[in-house]
């Protein structure tokens, strides 16, 4: 049966396709910048759902998280609303490394971002699977559902997941889907007819277990940090909400004069792998789907499956498994650390090989999906398509692996997506001012030959790039686009304020005798130990960030000197629509990779894999006498 077109009377500025982690900040971003935007997702009810581990953040992800939220995006408020347990990692270690990272109640996650979604203003939400991009003269002007229902908008995000042809493997079953339970997405066969590359990439899940079944006296208790460190700017204006869903430890916002934020936090556990464990697997590589060469998609490194671990660390007598509670309300366990793609069977015999794990029972099977991905350096550094006008992607479409990556690639497709309907300049963030920038240089500039996933190590600026220090960094440059106003804005120039207020004492006045400055730099002064009417002065948020510049002061400022000098690189400018082919002195490498990426300044030319000094040092050159 043919239907007949249907197109939907409202048009929209912004389009997004996809409502998971990537999709939701999209959304919200072109909203809060006076967008009229529609969400189109293939189910209502799994908006913002936590396909993986319910967890936010980690090393370099935390600090994402946190930069989200200094522009003004849902994840930090979000998890610190619906958090069961808090940690800050590498809290013994230098500021730079340091990130907090929280399990949340997966549900009340999900539920609190759909009505997030549900009450903001010029936002749209849509039930549909979307068949077709709609293109007019290389420009995008809709598209079109498998029940013929057409919606026209100026823009188009896709924050597909991995949903674009799915394929899960349990062992040497597999079935089409993107998430277990799920369907997929046909948007493959619409993108490579327009000319998009499309490549094939796989990740992985545990299995969960009930957690009735754990013996947890077996196990080692791993409680979180009190108090508890919180990724938002404003979680204190976060309060209980006895009459939600979730019970009464889940958080909503209320008004600004509330100070409170506290949660009562759930423990999980720690456990590890045995010499038996690792024979079970052994003993069944032939029934893995991965290293029987089913699975074609490349794999995250990082993150590898409990079989690649036993191949791959053969000398490791253990490994270590961590038990994490899904939510308040549900006994289900994820096992973090056991990622594998084995058959049934075999899962339920290596897990039951595990001290505390010998009764288990799994409830849902681990498995391995591979799916389609764009390589991501067919974007520009806006995440808009350079053959398709008005085309953004964001998240696991570009080949990056991880909530906090998705939705940070979201928020900024969101933001120029608004923006290039308002016909203003992008927001492009640099590498020097946020780990946000580094991930999009990457990926724009080097391309992915796996998921490519953030690390602390991946910023070359990170002691400037602290998780503490997010907002002084973004809020109020973000402000001059419309992405953050009101009480946001005006706490964030508040502690600016204060911030170099503190400074400036340190560095100039004396106090009984004795430079602040100094002070801190001498062995046990530490900020508890900063005498107290100094103290008084401003809040211990501030004096942290004091503390920092002043024990880093000789590092911080040789930091500050690269960037200085980098950025007269990223000031240099490359004609648009240059070819390479016209230079010469090029190597024939260099031009062809070149002319792919076709880079915006010599400080991204720089950074094009296989690009050389000599190959900047001739593009320079030649730069210079075409302004002569």
């Known amino acids: 049966m043919i239907l007949s077109n249907f197109i939907y009377p409202k048009k929209y500025h912004v389009l997004v396709i996809g409502a998971g982690h990537a999709g939701v900040e999209a959304g919200m971003a072109a909203a809060r910048m006076g967008c009229d935007v529609a969400i ?48 800050m990692l590498n809290a013994s270690k230098g500021p730079s490394v340091r990130a907090p990272r929280a399990q949340c109640d997966k549900k009340a996650y999900q539920f609190r971002i759909k009505f997030e979604l549900e009450c903001q203003d010029g936002l749209d ?76 990439f796989k990740t992985g899940t545990p299995c969960r277990l009930n957690g009735r079944s754990i013996n947890t006296d077996l196990c080692e208790r791993q409680d979180g940090d009190e108090p508890p460190p919180k990724f938002s700017f404003l979680a204190d204006t976060i309060v209980k909400d006895n009459g939600s869903l979730s019970g009464s430890n889940t958080f909503t916002l209320n008004n600004w004069s509330d100070p409170m934020f506290h949660v009562e936090q ?86 039951r090989s595990i001290k505390g794990l010998e009764n ?27 053959i398709i006008g008005g085309l953004y992607f964001a998240g696991q479409i570009n080949g990056t692996s991880g909530y906090e990556e998705a939705a940070a690639q979201g928020l900024l497709a969101g933001a120029n997506a608004a923006l290039k309907c ?6 492009i963030l640099s590498r020097s001012k946020s780990y946000i920038g580094v991930m999009i240089d ?31 960094r973004l809020t109020e440059w973000a402000s001059n686009c419309g992405l953050v106003k009101g009480e946001r804005l005006k706490r964030a120039k508040q502690k600016k304020e204060d911030y170099n207020v503190a400074l400036d004492l340190a560095h100039k006045k004396n106090h009984e005798g004795l430079k602040i400055n100094v002070w801190f730099r001498k062995p ?56 390479y082919n016209l230079i010469n002195g090029l190597k024939k490498e260099a031009v062809i990779r070149l002319n792919k990426i076709k880079p915006k300044t010599l400080g991204q030319a720089s950074r094009v894999s296989g690009i050389t000094p000599a190959d900047i040092a001739v593009l320079t050159i030649w730069i210079s006498k075409s302004k002569l």
């Not at 809709?142 to 493997?169: A, C, D, P, Q």
């Not at 308002?422 to 927001?427: A, D, G, R």
């Not at 998921?451 to 070359?460: G, I, Q």
């Not at 008084?536 to 400022?557: D, H, M, Q, T």
Request: glycine fraction near 10%; charge should be negative.
């Open 40 to 87: 189109i997702t293939q189910n209502l009810d799994t908006i913002g759902q936590m396909s993986c581990n319910p967890a936010i953040g980690g090393l370099g992800k935390g600090h994402m998280v946190r930069e989200i939220d200094a522009l003004g995006g849902l994840m930090g408020l979000n998890t610190d609303a619906t958090g069961i347990q808090f940690r």
């Open 125 to 200: 939400l849509h039930q549909g699977n979307v068949a077709n991009l709609l293109i007019k003269n290389d420009v995008v002007y809709g598209i079109r559902t498998n029940l013929g229902v057409e919606y026209h908008t100026k823009s188009i995000i896709i924050s597909s997941g991995t949903f674009m042809r799915g394929l899960m493997h349990v062992g040497k079953q597999n079935q089409a889907g993107g998430r277990m339970g799920d369907g997929i997405s046909t948007l493959s066969d619409s993108l490579r007819d327009l000319g998009i590359e499309i490549e094939r």
């Open 266 to 351: 759930l423990p999980c556990w720690i456990t590890y792998t045995n010499g038996s464990t690792h024979d079970l697997i052994r003993s069944n590589l032939d029934q893995s789907p991965m290293h029987s060469g089913i699975i074609e998609g490349v794999g995250p490194r990082y993150c590898p499956s409990i079989e690649d671990k036993v191949v791959r660390f053969a000398d490791r007598e253990r490994h270590q498994v961590f038990l994490e509670p899904e939510g308040r309300q549900t006994n289900e366990y994820y096992v973090n650390g056991v990622s594998t793609s084995l058959p049934y069977s075999i899962q339920y015999e290596f897990i």
């Open 360 to 386: 288990a029972e799994i409830i849902r099977p681990g498995y391995a999906v591979e799916y389609d991905f764009c390589p991501p350096t067919q974007l520009q550094p806006t995440l808009e398509t350079k």
């Open 422 to 427: 308002q016909c203003k300049e992008p927001l």
């Open 442 to 472: 990457d990926l724009v500039t080097r391309g992915v030959t796996e998921p490519y996933r953030m690390f602390t190590s991946r910023a070359e600026y990170r002691l400037l790039l602290r998780q503490d220090n997010a907002d002084l």
């Open 524 to 579: 046990g002064n530490e900020l508890s130990k900063l005498p107290g009417d100094l103290l008084s002065l401003f809040s211990s948020e501030v004096w942290g960030l004091v503390e920092i510049e002043c024990k880093n002061a000789g590092y911080i400022a040789r930091q500050e000197q690269m960037i200085a000098r980098a950025e007269n690189m990223e000031g240099a400018s490359i004609p648009d629509g240059l070819d």
